[in-house]
Nanobody
Framework: VQLVESGGGLVLAGGSLRLSCATS????????IGWFRQAPGKEREGVSC????????GYADSVKGRFTISTDSAKNTLYLQMNNLKSEDSAVYYC??????????????????????WGQGTQVTVSS
């Protein structure tokens, strides 16, 4: 299983970015897939997740209405469209995958120990 993030960068507050996570070695139907982020000096936190087999998506309260998660199964790619970015969104963003039943059924609980596979991360910096 491999996950490779891309699309991060420097953007002005109010701007947009789309992150991509190219995956291989597993089927989206068998896993929950999520986006997590970690800012300097802070704990890693869940941002958004999707469980295609359950037909469920989840978002952290801080990003609801601004971020949208999606998948392209043909390309084995996960996306995170981020709009109206704020300085507090600055962090390293990671995508991760979990085959755990609990993660698939309750992905918005963002239980990180349930996620077995992680990408290397991509930096998002929002300048105000």
């Amino acid at each position: 299983v491999q996950l490779v993030e891309s699309g991060g960068g420097l953007v002005l507050a109010g701007g947009s970015l789309r992150l991509s996570c190219a995956t291989s070695g597993f089927s989206f139907d068998d896993y929950a897939i999520g986006w997590f982020r970690q800012a300097p000096g802070k704990e890693r936190e869940g941002v958004s997740c999707i469980s295609t087999s359950i037909g469920d998506t989840g978002y952290a309260d801080s990003v609801k209405g601004r971020f949208t998660i999606s998948t392209d199964s043909a390309k084995n790619t996960l996306y995170l469209q981020m709009n109206n970015l704020k300085s507090e969104d600055s962090a390293v963003y990671y995508c991760a995958a979990s085959r755990a039943r609990y993660a698939r059924y309750y992905c918005s609980s963002f239980v990180m120990p349930e996620y077995d596979f992680w990408g290397q991360g991509t930096q998002v910096t929002v300048s105000s």
